[in-house]
């Protein structure tokens, strides 16, 4: 059995404006998505790969049936009442094996899901899939682990965006990250602050998708040169901070900025304006994670307001 594993993701600074090449604090988190590989038993499940997807609690969510060397899809089984009835998702990943398979390197020898050989694939999440840590990043780098082709290029012809969710995949500390001229910059970074333990996630209980937040912004067609430049500065002044006070300063600034570009109140504002730290959105605004600066008594707080998912910073970023 061939296993590979990939990291969840979160992005601390630059969201949106990463598209434009600004640098990015990322983080990966301590959950992420394995991918298991076997070889079918002859003459049962020859020709045919079979892929399983399971959610964190071991839940079968999509099953599909591919043949080989085709991959056309032979039929799909997924959760009808939390995927809508769509079965776009077992096309998604036809995309993304079909892309794979183009990508394989000659050198390599057999080319990736050429032959015959049948194959079952068990994917597994290792956080809920409405939490937005990376289901499709993860699962992107895994298969392109596989099948030993690049994963950014993969990402990028599949479903697009920055590619600073493939960086925190395949990265176990904290990056800069930075579109320069289309291709990806991965700066280890050294963020570590020692008021980590007044720092908080939590969930808002909303799954945003980030390829519609990506859509709306580019629709935008804003000349952004200037933010590029204050946002990239912001990063490294966060990512540098020592003091809880000027990191809350830095978040209010950086919230600010990005308030104007996409014409959306901070969710401080909309939400949380008796809040007695600083939030800021994480990625596209609207859903998923906040980071909340704060103390003990900060779960307390955002449970009343009906949050119950609030993660200390130990128990989500790997550190």
């Keep these: 059995m061939d296993t590979f594993y990939s990291n969840g993701k979160l992005l601390l600074t630059g969201e949106y404006v990463v598209l434009d090449g600004a640098k990015a604090l990322a983080i990966p988190t301590k959950y992420g998505q394995n991918l298991y590989i076997s070889p079918s038993p002859l003459g049962r499940l020859g020709g045919e790969l079979i892929w399983e997807s399971y959610t ?14 085709r991959l056309r899809i032979i039929n799909a089984t997924f959760d009808a009442a939390s995927d809508g009835g769509n079965d776009a998702l077992a096309e998604k990943l036809q995309e993304i094996l079909l892309n794979a398979k183009k990508m394989t ?3 390599i020898g057999t080319k990736f899901l050429s032959n015959e050989q049948g194959f079952l694939v068990k994917s597994k999440l290792t956080f809920p899939r409405n939490w937005g840590l990376g289901s499709s990043s993860t699962l992107i780098n895994n298969i392109a682990q596989w099948a030993k ?8 012809q599949t479903f697009g965006g920055s590619g600073y969710d493939i960086a925190c995949a395949q990265n176990n500390s904290p990056i800069i990250y930075q579109l320069k001229n289309k291709k990806p910059l991965v700066e280890v970074c050294k963020f570590n602050p020692p008021f980590k333990g007044q720092l908080y996630f939590v969930y808002l209980n909303k799954k945003q998708n980030s390829r519609e937040g990506i859509a709306a912004y580019k629709k935008l067609n804003k000349n952004n040169n200037t933010v590029v430049d204050e946002i990239s500065q912001l990063t490294q002044l966060i990512s540098a901070c020592n003091l809880v006070t000027d990191f809350e300063k830095l978040l209010a600034e950086h919230e600010t900025i990005i308030s104007k570009i996409i014409g959306q109140k901070p969710i401080q504002e909309l939400l949380f304006s008796d809040y007695f730290g600083q939030t800021k959105s994480l990625g596209a605004w609207g859903g998923d994670f906040i980071l909340a600066t704060g103390n003990e008594n900060t779960p307390n707080y955002f449970k009343q307001k009906g949050f119950e998912t609030v993660i200390p910073y130990s128990g989500m970023v790997l550190e």
């Design 56 to 69: 964190d609690t071991d839940e079968l969510w999509l099953q599909v049936v591919f043949d080989l060397p």
């Design 105 to 107: 390197p000659i050198a």
């Design 149 to 156: 082709i690049d994963a950014f290029q993969l990402q990028f």
